[in-house]
Nanobody
């Protein structure tokens, strides 16, 4: 089972940027589809972005397309989420997720993923 640890969250002003990191251990990183989800208070956990095992394909929620970029570094067993042009509605806990069997049809569904990090808080002030 893969273990995931997120970092990089914080407080930023509207229009600012943050880069989240998720370090994976305990299993072969390249075997996993990786995803980022977020959850605001009182709301469901929602898909943000995902990246294929090779890193050649990326997928984004419409709400973050053009502003966020997901990437992965196999040598460092780490997946990143670069967040630019942040808005107050981006405020949430951000969670890294991993799954060996996710497909393009399932990667945006949180129940697809069986490995989760503890989350890192992102707060965007207006």
């Amino acid at each position: 089972q893969v273990q995931l640890v997120e970092s990089g969250g914080g407080l930023v002003q509207t229009g600012g940027s943050l880069k989240l990191s998720c370090a994976a251990s305990g299993s072969t990183f390249s075997m996993y589809v990786m995803g980022w989800f977020r959850q605001a208070p009182g709301k469901e956990r929602e898909f943000v972005a995902s990246i294929s095992r090779s890193g050649s394909s990326t997928y984004y929620a419409d709400s973050v397309k053009g502003r966020f970029t997901i990437s992965r570094d196999t040598a460092k067993n780490t997946v990143y989420l670069q967040m630019n042009s942040l808005k107050p509605e981006d405020t949430a806990g951000y969670f890294c997720a991993a799954d060996r069997w996710a497909t393009t049809q399932s990667l945006a569904i949180k129940d697809t993923y069986d490995g989760w990090g503890q989350g890192t808080q992102v707060t965007v002030s207006s």
